[in-house]
């Protein structure tokens, strides 16, 4: 099974920065677009941000637009969100995703059943 994990999460305060980190097996993740989703409390999951496999396509929810930074480091398999002028809506626990074998090395996927792979979590608090 593959596996994903995710680190970086904690507390910040309103207008702070976090960065999150989701490491994935080279395998899966040099054939893969990525993404990254939260889950508020008593919300859906919803898309915050993707990457294509080279690297060259991104694209994010209005929601995080000009906070937030998808980036991928293709050498060490990991890919990243830095997120900054925190707000405390932004409070989740967020998620990361690979979809293996995208169409082209282009494409950026935010659709949630798109994604066959998935990290357990890591929560992110925003206090205010």
């Known amino acids: 099974q593959v596996q994903l994990v995710e680190s970086g999460g904690g507390l910040a305060q309103a207008g702070g920065s976090l960065t999150l980190s989701c490491a994935a097996p080279g395998r899966t993740f040099n054939s893969a677009a990525m993404g990254w989703f939260r889950q508020a409390p008593g919300k859906e999951r919803e898309f915050v941000a993707a990457?294509?496999?080279?690297?060259?396509?991104?694209y994010y929810a209005d929601s995080v637009k000009g906070r937030f930074t998808i980036s991928r480091d293709n050498a060490k398999n990991t890919v990243y969100l830095q997120m900054s002028s925190l707000k405390p809506e932004d409070t989740a626990v967020y998620y990361c995703a690979a979809k293996r074998f995208p169409f082209n090395s282009g494409s950026v996927y935010s659709t949630q059943n798109e994604y066959g792979y998935w990290g357990q979590g890591t929560q992110v608090t925003v206090s205010s």
């Open positions: 990457i294509s496999l080279s690297g060259s396509s991104t």
